[in-house]
């Protein structure tokens, strides 16, 4: 799968990890049922006066069957339809474009309750089929070779907000009610909107809605140390991609900012003791970068950074931008790179960027905004 880049310049700046930065520009948050745990919504319907039950019919309803409308609910009462009705606000993320690209790649473009947007991503056949999908509107890390964040960091997404893209998607593929591959690799750095990450990841795995297991779920991070090790005691927990990018701190400082808040030897220390169950591995997700990241040197420094993590490396030659100051390396250097690493032992993949012409590949997902950035600018000259 495609991990997606993030990157972020002001208006808005907060600590990493923090809940919201408070020059972050906060949403009003609508009762709306999408946002609930199951257990979480039997307890609200429970408080109109109708049983646990009922609770458990919703939730089916709006996960497993994908309903709208609480009065196509035809086995709940006329009355109790009427009460979820004025109680809730029910605000999925609408379809407002969608863009097909020549290798079968789906992005939509959805529009949120208080008309904010992001993106999110249909790959097919990877093997699986397989939803990227966004944690917040814009993104905070900075890192320098990632087109997204250059609309600024707006807002984080509530956890309805996230699960519901995959709801969306789902429904606008007909997968409904069919296995499919969920990557939080879209807008937005899913750790720095931790508890709605989590709580998002539990609503998909419940097995009375959409019933996606976390191994069928990867978050992919650039490296929120503390974060990470809350991750670790999680009891329901997705596969763990880590953005990593570079072999040295210098390096990594260069180009993943963040780095100068939790060094490479701290992130590298998180992943030696996150827990791994038996046939699963960290994924590293490393974007080559032209005369930067991809030499010999780099990757024999690399097999020796992750040993002994039960890793595997995601190579992924840049996309470029007009606005990123990077270059991809010729395709005999990512070659040689990924032969260095497969020859001292690295499980390794080299992907093939999907949806470059529609601007869905790695780093290239940007929405506007009502206030315009550079970034927003730079991309329509694309």
């Known amino acids: 799968m495609i991990p997606w880049c993030r990157v972020v310049f002001p208006p808005a700046r907060g600590r ?25 919504l039997e307890r609200e319907v429970t408080a109109l006066g109708a049983k646990a039950f009922h609770g458990r019919q919703v939730f089916r309803w709006l996960w497993r069957n994908g309903t709208s409308d609480f009065e196509t609910m035809t086995n709940l009462g006329r009355d109790l339809r009427a009460r979820l009705a004025a109680h809730f606000s029910l605000e999925a993320p609408r379809v407002e474009s969608r ?17 904010r947007h992001v993106e999110s991503v249909y790959i097919p056949d990877t093997p699986a089929q397989t939803f990227c999908v966004s944690t917040q509107v814009g993104c905070a890390m900075a890192c320098a070779f990632c ?41 937005g750095e899913p750790l720095h909107n931790y508890d709605a990450t989590m709580k998002a990841v539990r609503i998909l795995a419940d ?21 990470i090790e809350r991750l670790a005691t999680e009891p329901i927990m997705p596969n763990l991609a880590i953005s990593l990018h570079a072999t040295t701190e210098e390096q990594r400082a260069r180009i993943v900012p963040i780095t100068r808040k939790y060094s ?13 169950a038996k046939r699963r591995r960290i994924t590293f997700e490393y974007v080559l970068l032209d005369g930067v990241n991809d030499t010999p040197a780099d990757a024999r420094r690399l097999v020796a950074l992750l040993n002994p993590i039960r890793a595997k490396v995601n190579l992924l030659p840049l996309n470029e931008a007009p606005a990123i100051a990077f270059k991809r390396p010729p395709d005999e250097r990512v070659n040689a790179f990924a032969r260095i690493l497969a020859e001292r032992g690295l499980r390794v993949s080299v992907r093939r960027s999907r949806g470059r012409d529609i601007r869905a590949a790695c780093g290239q997902l940007l929405v506007e905004s009502e206030a315009r950035s550079s970034g927003q600018a730079l991309a329509d000259r694309m």
């Open 16 to 40: 990493p990890g923090s809940d919201l930065a408070k020059s972050v520009e906060k949403k009003p948050v609508p009762l709306d049922p999408l946002d609930f745990e199951r257990s979480e």
């Open 99 to 115: 863009q097909t690209s020549v290798d079968g790649t789906a992005k939509f473009l959805l529009r949120l309750a208080d008309g």
């Open 147 to 187: 087109l997204t964040g250059k609309m600024g960091l707006v807002r984080h997404l509530t956890a309805g907000e996230i699960a519901a893209q995959v709801r969306t998607l789902a429904l606008e593929t007909g997968l409904i009610g069919s296995p499919f591959n969920v990557v939080l690799m879209g807008m």
């Open 207 to 227: 097995d009375q809605g959409l019933g996606v297991h976390p191994q069928r779920v990867t978050l992919s991070t650039v490296g929120l140390v503390p974060a």
């Open 264 to 276: 490479l030897a701290d992130l590298i220390d998180a992943c030696r003791r996150f827990p791994v």
